[in-house]
């Protein structure tokens, strides 16, 4: 099989690769480009361990195919920290113990991040809402929801 050549933007840096026509954008982020943030949970889009953003909207990226971002942008958990200075959201998780075994952790803090730049003050059920393509095993959602909750209200004092 013939491989394609992309070229995106992955979390603000122009990337490029080659990838097979049917690899998935999870399997690319991974395996060609090292960025294993993105977990393969279930494979099929129902666990939301691989959540990225394409173009500003939450996907799954085992839903997606890598031949499919040329020309546009991705952003992975990889991109939410600037530096050593972690994200709001990655410091309340921290804080409410809003995490255990880290599978979910990623694609809960993409999806997060997500719902708050598109809705900085969301009620708790919105948050549940959003966040219900997330799967987590470990630690039950109440402790993610007030993760969510605190982080909004400190990135709207600013």
């Known amino acids: 099989m013939s491989q394609v050549h992309v070229t995106t933007k992955i979390n603000g840096d122009t990337t490029e690769y080659l990838c097979e026509a049917d690899e ?6 991974r395996n060609r480009l090292g960025l294993t943030g993105a977990k393969e949970g279930c494979g099929t889009g129902d ?3 691989c959540s990225v953003t394409l173009d500003g909207r939450l996907v799954c990226s085992c839903l997606v195919l890598g031949a499919e971002v040329n020309g546009r942008e991705v952003r992975t958990i990889e991109g939410m920290a600037h530096g050593e200075t972690l994200h709001p959201l990655q410091r309340k998780f921290i804080e409410h113990a809003a ?8 694609g809960f803090l993409v999806a997060a991040k997500a719902l708050l730049e598109k809705n900085p003050d969301p009620t708790e059920t919105e948050i549940r809402y959003w966040l219900a393509g997330n799967l987590c095993r470990c630690t039950g959602y109440d402790k993610i929801v007030r993760a969510v909750q605190d982080a909004a209200a400190e990135m709207r004092k600013g």
């Open 24 to 29: 998935t954008l999870l399997d690319v982020l």
């Open 99 to 106: 995490l255990q075994c880290g599978i979910c952790t990623p």
């Open 47 to 49: 666990c939301g361990a």
